[in-house]
T-cell receptor, first 114, second 109 residues
Framework: DADVTQTPRNRITKTGKRIMLECSQT?????MYWYRQDPGLGLRLIYY???????NKGEISDGYSVSRQAQAKFSLSLESAIPNQTALYFC?????????????FGPGTRLTVL | GQNIDQPTEMTATEGAIVQINCTYQ??????LFWYQQHAGEAPTFLSY??LDGLEEKGRFSSFLSRSKGYSYLLLKELQMKDSASYLC??????????WGAGTKLIIKP
């Protein structure tokens, strides 16, 4: 079984709809991240959380919100989706006890906003 | 500002060696990562360097020069399955990863 899972894997929605992307992990990691990936650009950090009570904005948080429901779950919401939020979204985790803080990625959610 | 530069695309031949370069400018430095990403899939961790020098891991090696803000990933004995994008990322003083856009490596028979 995968250590980091994301649901849904693909989603097509319309402008103005509210969307939630979910991420779960069985790695026991404290830290979780949401990124988006667009063609020709590097991964960009949306939000990150170092533990259940800790939420931090990343580089491109406008238009997004997150919830850390438990150590193992971190969800990303688009309150009112717009077409330029069409992208590949990745969740990642890392271990507080790992001196390198290496991040491990889920399989991604491909979101299309029409 | 913070910036990562790597070539957009490279082509190499099966069985050969290829070197993918990366230069970085980040506020503070806490390590340089390389990831492999097949099309439409998740990035997977390849290597981490924080000290100058070469780290070897099987067919893949990664080099770092902190004074030059430079790293490279060396892939030996190329196989068709090595066709992928290779992402360079630098960890800044806030322990955030700054990512390059990736180098698409095309392997030809």
């Amino acid at each position: 079984d995968a250590d980091v899972t994301q649901t849904p894997r693909n989603r097509i929605t319309k402008t103005g709809k509210r969307i939630m992307l979910e991420c779960s992990q069985t790695k026991g990691h404290d830290r979780m991240y949401w990124y988006r990936q667009d063609p020709g650009l590097g991964l960009r950090l949306i939000y990150y959380s170092f533990d259940v009570k800790d939420i931090n904005k990343g580089e491109i948080s406008d238009g997004y919100s997150v919830s850390r429901q438990a150590q193992a779950k971190f969800s990303l919401s688009l309150e009112s989706a717009i077409p330029n939020q069409t992208a590949l979204y990745f969740c990642a985790t890392s271990d507080l006890g790992d001196s390198t803080d290496t991040q491990y990625f889920g399989p991604g959610t491909r979101l299309t906003v029409l | 500002g913070q910036n990562i530069d790597q070539p957009t695309e490279m082509t190499a031949t099966e069985g050969a060696i290829v070197q993918i370069n990366c230069t970085y400018q980040t506020s503070g430095f806490n390590g340089l990562f390389w990831y492999q990403q097949h099309a439409g899939e998740a990035p997977t961790f390849l290597s981490y360097n924080v000290l100058d020098g070469l780290e070897e891991k099987g067919r893949f090696s990664s080099f770092l020069s902190r004074s030059k803000g430079y790293s490279y990933l060396l892939l030996k004995e190329l196989q068709m399955k090595d066709s992928a994008s290779y992402l360079c990322a630098s960890m800044d003083s806030n322990y955030q990863l700054i990512w390059g856009a990736g180098t698409k490596l095309i392997i030809k028979p």
